[in-house]
């Protein structure tokens, strides 16, 4: 079984930052891609950004140039640095990863709990 834990989240200003992070743990052969999504109330859960296992990121418009995603294969291990926040960014950030926990190349996602992040005006 897998299981990815987010941390960082909180209340914040806007204007400031805040740094997710998110550890999978567990039977672990290799992780594929890891993403972040969000979802604010009422609202459909979006992807904000993604990494490859070889660092290739891609970004959300509306996050572009302000947050940055990162990771760390050793410890399987992936981050989000969110600067310049803004309220519309209010949201439960979850992240999710392709795992493969069989050693067979077949890769099953796993989502985590999510973590609040509360940007006010």
């Known amino acids: 079984q897998v299981q990815l834990v987010e941390s960082g989240g909180g209340l914040v200003q806007a204007g400031g930052s805040l740094r997710l992070s998110c550890a999978a743990s567990?039977?672990?052969?290799?992780?594929?891609?890891m993403r972040w999504y969000r979802q604010a109330p009422g609202k459909q859960r979006e992807l904000v950004a993604s990494?490859?296992?070889?660092?290739?990121?891609n970004y959300a418009d509306s996050v572009n140039g302000r947050f940055t995603i990162s990771r760390d294969n050793a410890k399987n291990t992936v981050a989000l640095q969110m600067n310049n926040l803004k309220p519309e960014d209010t949201a439960v950030y979850y992240c999710?990863?392709?795992?493969?926990?069989?050693?067979?190349?077949?890769?099953?996602?796993?989502w985590g709990q999510g973590t609040q992040v509360t940007v006010s005006s």
């Open positions: 999710n990863a392709d795992v493969d926990v069989s050693r067979a190349g077949r890769y099953d996602n796993y």
């Open positions: 567990g039977i672990i052969f290799n992780i594929n891609a």
């Open positions: 990494i490859t296992r070889g660092g290739s990121t």
